[in-house]
């Protein structure tokens, strides 16, 4: 039944395209095809740059990751001592099944580990302190090897608690060949994690890396389907990115470092206190996005950062404001804020330094935003002032190209989509790119989804013209990419 379901959604989807199509009369369009210019254009220049992801993903997943793997564990066969496993967990907030659920499969696979294992739990309230250490008595397999240390702290942020961490960790002095784990207190670890990451660390210039990710939503529906469809993108562009020997990210979720560079005093110095200087926010102090100063810090040093796409760490989300369209913005203000807080100098490191590409899909998150939103405007200033009919053309093109663009992207995971795939996809591009643009001329605004950030009315009088001049540069970029388009289209 749901597979019927699923065929008759699409049917439903293509023949609604089709009557479109069929809507708009011939020669209809003529007139505004300057306009249409622009969308094409723009088209061309957004669907170019996921055919190349699209292209180097199926290659690094078919061919150049196999070879990388058997030349790792080769690698590995050769070495005489199994390094240590340390885990550092973090948890806030997090409801006492998921609890469960995460610590009973870093349990099992700390006790698989060869060389050992310590995990540290970074907790603040006694309650889980207890049921963690309640996990760790009734386990079912052999504990001997691994030491479990609960650290609990004051609910001063995650900073704060991985730094302290990460110190405890430091004091028993990591060695070249010990690796550390950075999971979040609602993502479970695969069973054999260890085994299956450990052996790229043979080579010295890797610093770090990143998994394939799956999500569990308790309630169906458009929030579990656009997580679905976040995560098919994410494996595409990091796999892409794994060709290059650097990740865009080190997802907070569950990454592994070589432990003796995690343990660094100016590594942990910028987990703790990383910020950045703007020329019209003055010093903005990170709150969130302890993942992207992990990835800057070995970036800017030169560590190569893979992507496994073959070995999988399970998120468990649940959604964090009742309406899924509040609950993706809030998520994407997070996320959003998170790297173009920290886009802007990595930019600033040398092409020859991070690889040309590297440094290209950097730009490319900055350039994207506005490329993203020329599409609509143009479209919105062609049917007010030429042609009503270029809504219906433009609604056709984007189901037509999103629809097609889902099947490429669902032949990364080798299986079909749910119907709702190119509504999402289109909103995650369009309302995506107006997130980026309004938190681009924000970036003090921070906000954990579980954790409130500092109150920025300590001063609010300073708070409100730093509000005030942060809509007006916004508005002004807004305008001019509005005029430049009217320049492009013909109507000025």
Not at 103 to 127: C, E, H, K, N
Not at 303 to 316: A, C, F, G, I, R
Not at 354 to 367: M, R, V
């Amino acid at each position: 039944m749901t597979r019927l379901r699923a065929i008759l959604g699409h049917l439903i989807y293509l023949a609604v395209l089709g009557l479109l199509v069929l809507a708009i009369p011939p020669g209809a369009l003529g007139h505004v095809s300057d306009g249409l210019i622009v969308v094409g254009t723009v088209g061309i220049w957004r669907y170019g740059w996921a055919a190349i992801n699209y292209l180097r993903a199926v290659w690094y997943q078919a061919v150049a990751y196999p070879r990388l793997k058997a030349r790792a564990l080769a690698a590995e066969a050769a070495e005489p001592v199994r390094g240590h496993a340390y885990f550092l967990v973090t948890s806030y907030k997090i409801d006492t099944d998921t609890t469960q659920r995460v610590y009973r499969s870093l349990f099992r696979a700390a006790a698989a580990a060869p060389g050992g294992a310590t995990i540290v739990a970074s907790v603040v309230d006694t309650a889980d302190l207890r049921l963690i250490k309640r996990i760790h008595a009734l386990m079912d397999v052999p504990m001997d090897g691994v030491e479990l240390v609960v650290d609990q702290i004051p609910g001063t942020g995650k900073r704060d608690a991985l730094a302290r961490s990460l110190r405890l960790i430091a004091r028993q002095a990591p060695s070249r060949r010990d690796i550390l784990l950075l999971v979040d207190g609602d993502s479970c670890v695969p069973q054999d994690i260890i085994a299956a990451t450990t052996p790229f660390f043979t080579d010295p210039e890797v610093g770090a890396l990143t998994t394939d990710e799956a999500v569990e939503i308790r309630e169906p529906g458009l929030f579990a389907d656009w997580f679905a469809l976040r995560f098919t993108q994410r494996q595409m562009m990091m796999s892409s990115m794994g060709l290059s020997g650097r990740v865009l990210t080190l997802t907070g979720r569950m990454s592994v470092f070589r432990a003796d560079l995690a343990t660094q005093h100016e590594f942990i110095r910028l987990v703790q206190h990383d910020h950045i200087d703007h020329w019209r926010l003055g010093r903005v102090d990170f709150l969130t996005g302890d993942d992207k100063s992990t990835w800057f810090w070995l970036l800017q040093r030169g560590y190569k950062m893979l992507y496994l796409p073959d070995v999988t760490s399970l998120s468990m989300e649940t959604q964090p404001k009742p309406g899924f369209v509040d609950s993706a913005v809030t998520l994407m203000i997070r996320w959003f804020g998170n790297m173009l807080r920290t886009n802007g100098r990595a930019l600033a490191l040398r092409p020859s330094q991070i690889g040309l590409f590297t440094w290209w899909s950097i730009l490319d998150q900055k350039i994207g935003i506005w490329t993203t939103l020329a599409g609509p405007i143009s479209v919105i200033l062609a049917a007010a002032f030429v042609e009503p009919l270029v809504i219906p053309a433009y609604i056709a093109w984007v189901m037509a190209t999103r629809y097609v663009f889902c099947w490429v992207l669902a032949s990364i995971r080798g299986r079909g989509f749910p119907i709702t795939y190119p509504i999402l996809l289109y909103f995650g591009q369009i309302v995506g790119a107006a997130v980026k643009s309004y938190v681009l001329f924000r970036l003090d605004r921070q906000r954990w989804t579980r954790q409130s950030g500092p109150a920025a009315a300590r001063l609010p009088l300073a708070a409100r013209l730093r509000g005030y001049g942060s809509t007006c540069v916004h508005a002004l970029a807004l305008g001019w990419l509005t005029f430049g388009i009217m320049l492009l289209s013909g109507l000025v």
